[in-house]
Nanobody
């Protein structure tokens, strides 16, 4: 059973950067597509970014983060990443990483989830 643990969240000023990490254990991380989702207070969980399994040659981003966020993975370190630049107050949310059998923007595709890490962007 794949287990995921996020880290790297925190408080940052608008325009700043953070890098989130998603450490995996208990399964074949490289064989799963990996996604990042976020949920702001009072809002539904939304897709942020996803990367294909294995070499991660295919990525997908929400329009709201395209050009600012970069998803990546290091299978040797069994860790995924989300580099977030030019952060905005509206990026404030709990960020979750998740693993799925194939690349998808839909959260119901994802079988494994971390507990989340809080990102707060001040104006």
């Amino acid at each position: 059973q794949l287990q995921l643990v996020e880290s790297g969240g925190g408080l940052v000023q608008a325009g700043g950067s953070l890098r989130l990490s998603c450490a995996a254990s208990g399964g074949t991380f490289s064989s799963y597509a990996m996604g990042w989702f976020r949920q702001a207070p009072g809002k539904e969980r939304e897709f942020v970014a996803a990367i294909a399994a294995w070499s991660g040659g295919i990525t997908n981003y929400a329009d709201s983060v395209k050009g600012r966020f970069t998803i990546s993975r290091d299978n040797a370190k069994i860790t995924g990443y989300l580099q977030m630049n030019s952060l905005k107050p509206e990026d404030t949310a709990v960020y979750y990483c998740a693993a799925a059998p194939y690349l998808s923007k839909s959260d119901y595709t994802y079988d494994y989830w971390g507990r989340g890490t809080q990102v707060t962007v001040s104006s």
